[in-house]
């Protein structure tokens, strides 16, 4: 049986908290080419989930602790819809293909995400242009603007 003890939270949490990027995984999938991934990711504040999309797979995300601010996009970065995951909305899942970014709002925060597998990284072409990469200039900005993103917006900068 795999489980996830809530001690367990707290030590991913506290590798999130002295990671780089502000993140820990655990996965339940025993490799990465699992046909069905699911992981625990521990998502401190100011990690940066640039929009993005995968083509292949749904999403389903749980949060385990924490509120989660969850973007849809359309193809040209308008937000389609807005969720706290976590307040308002315990559990969602997103059909394959749909754009989304992700702002974790409280420290020691762990969503679980469960997908298709086997794991395929993001491929350039699925992430929205407009948005900065992963350690760029410019991150700040962005997750500034999820926290306080409405349907119908699109990303001023």
């Not at 909305?89 to 749909?98: H, R």
């Not at 409280?106 to 350690?135: C, L, N, S, T």
Request: charged letters at 25%; aromatic letters at 8%; hydrophobic letters at 40%.
């Amino acid at each position: 049986m795999k489980q996830i003890t809530f001690s367990e939270l707290t030590e991913q949490s506290t590798a999130a908290a002295q990671s780089p990027r502000l993140r820990a995984h655990r996965n339940l999938h025993p490799e990465l080419s699992d046909p069905v991934q699911r992981l625990a990711i521990a998502m401190e504040p100011g990690t940066y989930i640039r929009p993005h999309r995968h083509p292949h797979t749904f999403e389903l995300l749980i949060p385990l602790r924490g509120r989660f601010v969850v973007l849809n996009f359309d193809d040209e970065g308008t937000v389609i819809r807005r969720v706290v995951l976590g307040e308002e909305c315990a559990a969602l899942e997103m059909d394959a293909g749909v754009w989304h970014a992700v702002l974790s709002l409280d420290p020691q925060g762990v969503i679980f995400e469960v997908k298709h597998g086997g794991y395929r990284p993001v491929e350039e072409g699925d992430y929205m242009p407009w948005a900065p990469a992963e350690g760029m200039d410019g991150t700040e900005n962005v997750m500034a603007w999820y926290a306080v993103a409405q349907t119908g917006e699109k990303y001023p900068g």
